[in-house]
């Protein structure tokens, strides 16, 4: 642990920095010490083409742009995960970090969890969960990403090799060992959260969550009753909720694109959903913002969200969501997109906040 102890001193430093940068607003992320934008930049799609969930070819260099320009706007941190391009957006982050000056650096959150035949990069990845693996998998991501410590590190989904509380207790060690500062869980029920609260603080979830679909709501209540931070992914449903897709654009994705072999992406599934990104379209108008915006503010509303993760492959998608870091929707508003998906039938879970 003495070895490690500069490290931490340098993290500490950059806390201070990141969290006095920029006028936008900060939420705490649970207990963990880390105070954040109410978005970040999400980095699945910039991993690229040529695996199982891959969003088409992606340009590297606009990728870089994109991170850099979400960071000069007051973002301070990035959300990847090892699998992402297999490898390829870690490694795009720490490209998009080079330059940076290590104390103006965001957070960096990655997930483990997911690990992949280089031979068949294809196929589905398989959903490991033992300490070995996750050792291994730690310090690969330490060494693609260039940094010396991880400042969130997530359990991408529940393991098929090993019961919650085996990976749940190596990710604890991670965080003892000092690879990592925080430890998470995504896409993790309410049963397997209270599993691995038994054995030590669930630092935060990230849990799919949108205007589309809203089955987390159960787990959103059960993190702020116990001071567990969360930062929900897809709040814009894949771009169904950008405002700017359509039949057409569903239609022509590529074959590499997964959201082509989506139930979301076709036929009645996509209908539904076009008619809640309708609904969002007036209330846009009434902020003098965009239909991104609002779809991710709509996340934000709900009592439990810390912030929200969103992806963008330009610097000009950046600009599209980017008022969310700032809007703050009625109750008016929040109930007009309550009663719009009710009526479009889109999705699953509650369609309006609890009080």
């Not at 900060?26 to 980095?43: D, E, K, N, Q, V």
């Not at 260099?61 to 960071?71: G, N, Y």
């Not at 589309?212 to 894949?238: F, N």
Request: charged share 20%.
């Amino acid at each position: 642990m003495t070895a490690l102890a500069p490290a931490q001193s340098q993290s500490q430093a950059r806390t201070a920095s990141r969290q006095s940068q920029g006028k936008l607003p900060l939420r705490p992320l649970g207990r963990t010490g880390m105070s954040i934008t109410r978005a970040g930049f999400g980095a699945w799609a910039i991993g690229g083409a040529g695996w199982s969930f891959g969003w088409g070819a992606q340009d590297d260099a606009a990728s870089v742009a994109a991170i850099r320009h979400a960071l000069d706007r007051g973002i301070n941190w990035i959300d990847t995960a090892a699998v992402y391009g297999l490898g390829h957006s870690e490694e795009v982050v720490r490209r998009a970090l080079a330059e940076i000056p290590a104390d103006r650096r965001p957070y960096v959150f990655t997930k483990c969890g997911l690990v992949w035949d280089p031979a068949k990069p294809t196929a589905m990845p398989k959903r490991a969960g033992s300490a070995a693996s996750l050792q291994r998998e730690v310090d690969d991501s330490l060494r693609r990403l260039g940094v010396e410590r991880i400042d969130l590190y997530q359990m991408h989904w529940p393991a098929e090799d090993a019961p919650v509380e085996t990976y749940w207790q190596t990710l604890l060690d991670l965080k003892r060992e000092g690879k990592v500062r925080a430890v998470g869980l995504s896409n993790h029920s309410v049963a397997q959260l209270q599993k691995a609260e038994a054995l030590g603080h669930v630092d935060t979830l990230q849990p799919p969550f949108s205007a589309i679909h809203r089955d987390a709501a159960p787990e959103l209540a059960w993190c702020a009753a116990h001071e567990t931070g969360v930062i929900v992914y897809s709040p814009m449903q894949s771009g169904l909720l950008t405002g700017a897709f359509d039949e057409r654009r569903a239609k022509a994705l590529p074959a590499d694109d997964w959201r082509s072999r989506s139930a979301d992406f076709t036929g009645d599934g996509l209908q539904r959903n076009l008619k809640v990104a309708a609904a969002l379209k007036p209330i846009a108008e009434r902020h003098n913002t965009t239909v991104a915006a609002v779809a991710v503010a709509w996340t934000l509303a709900w009592p439990g969200v810390t912030a929200a993760i969103v992806g963008a492959r330009s610097p000009t998608q950046v600009d599209g969501w980017a008022d969310a870091l700032t809007l703050e929707l009625t109750a008016a508003d929040v109930a007009e997109i309550g009663g719009a998906i009710e009526s479009a039938g889109a999705g699953r879970g509650p369609a309006r906040p609890p009080r």
